[in-house]
């Protein structure tokens, strides 16, 4: 058996069939969290990059319920200038402006408060530790000041627990919807 080979082409990515939508970029910076999450490796080596591709993760997932489900709320949310946006509040608002347009125009059949209230929290937290996509990228913002003091500290087993809480929301919306509403069209 040639173990070069095998591992030439563990390492060899069709990149291009894999990067077709934001929710596949979604999905591999998740994996990519939940790899390095379950890694050997010491968390203090690994933090910040982890919590990078996570909220890197809530702002893509976010972004795709967005555009989905304003094809069915009809409402313009946020849409236009969702390029713009990486802050987490104004996307998890209008997701959810979007998704209770949905629930009450297709009048789903989904028990959902309790993950919007699970979201909010987290991306509360998120936000608080990184309003706007640079504190696990830059050591220093714009103005020099640092993205964290000697004594911060981050809980990730915590943080792990309060994205997989939210995960069915952000990930499978779009499934419940679709079963409930397009596949009885």
């Not at 679709?178 to 069209?185: C, F, G, Y």
């Amino acid at each position: 058996m040639d173990f070069n080979k095998i591992e030439q082409s563990r390492r060899f990515s069709y990149v291009g069939q894999y990067s077709s939508t934001n929710y596949t970029y979604a999905l591999q910076y998740k994996q990519a969290f939940d790899t390095l999450y379950e890694s050997s490796d010491a968390v203090d080596s690994i933090a910040l990059p982890m919590m990078f591709l996570m909220r890197h993760y809530l702002e893509l997932i976010l972004k795709t319920n967005i555009i989905y489900f304003s094809q069915y709320s009809e409402s313009n949310f946020m849409v236009e200038k969702i390029n713009d946006e990486h802050k987490l509040k104004p996307l998890a608002n209008a997701f959810q402006e979007h998704w209770n347009i949905v629930v009450k125009k297709y009048e789903l059949k989904v028990e959902y408060r309790q993950y919007i209230k699970d979201l909010k929290n987290f991306i509360e937290l998120v936000d608080e530790l990184d309003k706007y996509s640079m504190s696990f990228r830059y050591s220093h913002n714009k103005k020099k000041d640092s993205s964290f003091v000697w004594d911060d500290t981050l809980d990730i087993a915590n943080i792990k627990k309060s994205l997989e809480e939210v995960l069915p929301f952000l990930q499978y919306s779009m499934d419940i919807f679709h079963s409930q509403v397009i596949e009885l069209e």
